[in-house]
């Protein structure tokens, strides 16, 4: 299958603007992706990129701008739970249900929040697992699993609401080296068969592979929004040049 990219945003962030107190974490961020579109961001820490992908489901709240969410507009929307199902997020720390098996983990979601049966969820589920992977873990528990296993059955939690886009916050960095690959394979596999992803992450070699566009952040702006090829071949600004130049 190839990535259709079309050219209606499936998310659109307007001049968004955030605070922590009096710290200004986000300063005037535009960002449009289209559907099936895959955006890496890159930049050093506490620029603000968890904050940002956060706020695409309203894990943070906003006090500038705006965000347009498959047509919701967040600053308006009643209906958040709404919005947040159509969002899937992969966090740094995996964030399962340590207490449940695999299974509910991932069939949790779409029971009490879809309306699937739970013969339909497991089913899903299942066919989710074996995607990822791991299907013959389903009955164990989470501390049971590698790092590697537990991001995706983490995943595959995401995928089971069928999200219109996939947003990832560092999937990878608390990863033993040897198993940050079969992650990675995972979501190259995701890129492929066209799901729309935003992606932050240090991973250079996915972000040029996979990226249609890497974006750079630094303290809470967006000052770089370019194809992978020319980012890394030729970004404009000396902060990104620097920044390349500690993490390649
Ligand atoms: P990054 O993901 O790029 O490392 P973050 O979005 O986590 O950056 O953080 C951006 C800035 O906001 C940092 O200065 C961080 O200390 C601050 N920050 C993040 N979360 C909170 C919070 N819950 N309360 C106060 N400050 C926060
Ligand atoms: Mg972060």
Known sequence: MTAQVSNAP???????GKWFGKHHVLRDVKMQVGSGEKVVIVGPSGSGKSTLIRCIN????????DIVV?????SETRNLPLVRREVGMVFQQFNLFPHMSVL???TLAP????GLSPAQAQERAMSLLKRVGIAEQAHKFPPQLSGGQQQRVAIARALAMQPQVMLFDEPTSALDPEVVGEVLDVMRGLANEGMT??????????????????VFMDQGQLLE??????FFGA???ERTQNFLSRVL
């Open 225 to 230: 929004d370019l194809p992978p090829a020319e």
């Open 10 to 16: 499936i998310i659109d962030i307007q001049g968004l």
């Open 70 to 74: 498959n047509g919701h507009r967040l």
């Open 197 to 214: 992803m935003i992606v932050v992450t240090h991973e250079m070699g996915f972000a040029r592979e996979v990226a249609d566009r890497v």
């Open 104 to 106: 509910d983990n991932v």
């Open 111 to 114: 029971v009490k929040l879809r």
């Open 58 to 65: 309203r894990l943070e709240e906003f006090q500038q701008g």
């Open 235 to 237: 970004p404009r600004l």
